[in-house]
């Protein structure tokens, strides 16, 4: 395969955008692929890199008066869209993939169009990174357009995004993104490991770091003035490695501390060392759309401590309750610390626990991912997953009006339903919900119950493809399960997005519907498997059925149905494997637990 990667800036480690291009074309290299690399340099020096072996397309840079000079002051730039040497680079290429939403990438896409070639933009930039560096990090209708601007001017030419998390996938469905995303991570290089032979500091200190650059939404004051309110403050030894706008304040901050804070920037080889020379590491960040410093410091053995900013992903990185603190709470976040000074066995387990979650995120794995992406780019072009402001107005009314009155009376009435366990729904969102699949309305049963919370039917893509009932289905939450199974992580990544963004998923993990079927059959793993990503409650629902009694035995000759409604069932193990077959044993002893006598 030979991939086109668009970026900026390349062979320079000026920020994290920039070294997940280099990993991706180093991986993509070793894995057998032709990789092309188009960004900022020198024209004449373009062609084959004789050390990367890349075949180099080099623009000049783009200046820009006042953006140039902003771009600098972020230790990045802007490169020219040459569009005779992007369509070079271009022509033969199975695939581009767009790494910065700027003039480059936008042409890229747009050359690339003309030649047929698939092309993906990278989701890199959290617009709350731009927002708090002008000073408006409070300000939402900012962020609001922030979101708009980059979709209005960049983004919609695309059919295609890579989110490397699903946090800010879910924020761009929310947000009318309408391109397929792809939730694949930008990977932590191998180098990033436990090393069992490397001594860390012989000062008796206990040592934490922070990786993250110097500005504004990173909060590392947070940490220092931790720090300072420990009941260990003298024993503690702060490492701040990065660079920024904010490293005067935080130095002058940092003065205040008994021990002096070691404040530098680290090429790879010097940070993979204070990583395994540290006991713990400190992630403050409000705004994170992965939180990469934090993946390879627990990648490398670290035990992480985080903030649980809801603008930022590596809150979902805890394993427990001492591994997360209140966003921008110092006095939270030096409980936190004192725990794991006070507790060495607790963070010596821990570590093991997080070399082991680590393995989900090794670089190869995720480039292997991206490539199974890659190959599915020529897929159609509307996303069959999106759903514009428009129809969900329509479908809210339409649910509201007609579905939940007709279908309440129906079930009531003539089905003979009676509810158990409703106070169970209580105060729930963003929550997966099962059921056993026995009867033909059991989703209008689980729709009501769950109403008036927004709630998606995963069916299958046949009973969608008509205009009715396919429309209707689609209209009141059905979303197609793919047939297809190189496209059955679209789905799942996208239910994640749903969960994530506050809706209910319910999932019939027994598949096939029986009618009136008195068992529970074998649960397939789907439902578990995004429930346990999501780190999101699973709620069981039974149906059961009963002989019909007084006015019902002349109305129905069928038995009449129970729906019973159990507890909510909370992450259980920090594996997600693990916390799948945990939850997936107890959901299912439970649904065998309820009575399901049938006369």
């Known amino acids: ?31 057998g692929h032709t990789v092309r690399v188009v960004t900022k340099g020198n024209p004449e020096d373009s062609g084959v890199d004789k050390d990367a072996g890349y075949e180099m397309f080099y623009v000049p840079e783009l200046r820009v008066p006042l953006i140039t000079r902003l771009a600098h002051k972020q230790d990045t730039l802007l490169a020219k869209p040459a569009r005779k040497l992007l369509k070079k680079a271009i022509e033969g290429a199975d695939v581009v993939h767009v790494f910065q939403a700027w003039p480059l990438g936008g042409t890229a896409c747009t050359v690339a169009k003309k030649l047929g070639v698939p092309a993906i933009a990278a989701f890199h930039i959290q617009p709350e990174n731009i927002t708090y560096n002008l000073g408006l990090g409070w300000c939402k209708p900012a962020v609001s357009l922030t979101y708009f601007l980059l979709k209005a001017l960049f983004y919609r030419r695309f059919n295609h995004i890579h989110c490397p998390s699903p946090q800010i996938a879910s924020q761009l469905r929310k947000r009318g993104y309408k391109a397929w995303l792809h939730v694949v991570s930008n990977g932590v290089d191998g180098a990033f490991c436990p090393d069992d032979t490397h001594r860390g500091f012989d000062d008796g200190r206990f040592h934490i770091v922070m990786v993250g650059r110097f500005s504004p939404e990173k909060r590392q004051e947070v940490l220092l ?22 490293e005067k304040k935080l130095r002058a901050l940092a003065s205040q501390l008994p021990h002096p804070v070691e404040f530098a920037y ?21 705004v ?27 809150g979902s990185f805890a394993l427990d309750a001492n591994n997360l603190f209140k966003n921008g709470s110092a006095d939270e976040l030096a409980q936190r610390i004192d725990y794991w000074i006070e507790h060495p066995q607790a963070l010596k387990e821990a570590s093991s626990a997080y070399v082991d979650f680590a393995k989900a995120f090794t670089l190869d794995d995720c480039v292997k991912q991206m490539e199974r992406v890659y190959s599915r780019l020529r897929m159609k072009k509307r996303c069959i997953y999106y759903r514009s402001r428009l129809f969900n107005l329509v479908s809210r009314f339409c649910t509201l009006v007609i579905a939940i009155p007709v279908l309440f009376l129906w079930t009531r009435l003539f089905l003979g339903v009676r509810v158990k366990g409703h106070e169970h729904l209580r105060g729930l969102s963003g929550a997966l919900t099962i059921c056993n699949h026995v009867h033909l309305l059991d989703s209008a049963l ?32 059905g979303a197609p399960v793919p047939e297809n199974m190189l496209d059955l992580k679209v789905f799942l990544d996208e239910m994640e997005m749903r969960l994530l963004a506050g809706q209910n998923v319910h999932f019939f993990p027994e598949g096939e519907l029986v009618p009136y079927d008195t068992q529970i059959r074998s649960f397939k793993n789907g439902a578990f ?10 709620v069981p629902l039974r149906i059961s059925f009963v002989p019909p009694t007084g006015l019902y ?7 009449v149905m129970r729906l019973t409604i159990g507890e909510p069932i909370y992450p259980l193990a920090a594996n997600t494997k693990e916390d799948m077959m945990l939850r997936r044993s107890i959901a299912q002893d439970w649904m065998q637990g309820i009575s399901s006598k049938i006369a």
Not at 3 to 25: E, H, P
Not at 225 to 242: E, F, N, P, T, Y
């Open 1 to 31: 395969m030979i991939v086109v990667l668009v970026t900026d800036t390349f062979f320079i480690n000026n920020n994290g955008i920039t070294i997940s291009a280099m990993r991706y074309a180093k991986t993509l290299r070793e894995h």
């Open 288 to 314: 994170e759309i992965e939180g990469m410093g934090c993946t390879e410091a627990f990648s490398s053995g670290l035990v992480p401590v985080i903030s649980d900013s809801k603008l930022s992903a590596t």
């Open 529 to 538: 498997r995004v429930a346990a990503r999501a780190r999101v409650p699973i």
């Open 446 to 477: 689980v729709g009501i119950e769950l109403f008036p919370r927004k709630t998606v039917f995963p069916t299958l893509a046949s009973n969608m493809a008509s205009l009715f009932p396919g429309a209707l289905v689609k209209l009141f939450g």
């Open 266 to 286: 680290y090429g790879q080889d010097e940070l993979i060392r204070l990583l395994r020379s540290c006991d713990l590491y400190v992630h403050t960040s409000e």
């Open 225 to 246: 003035r931790a720090v300072m309110l420990s009941a260990h403050k003298d024993d503690i030894q702060v490492h701040l490695a990065g660079h920024g706008p904010k």
């Open 553 to 559: 035995r002349v109305l129905r000759r069928k038995p």
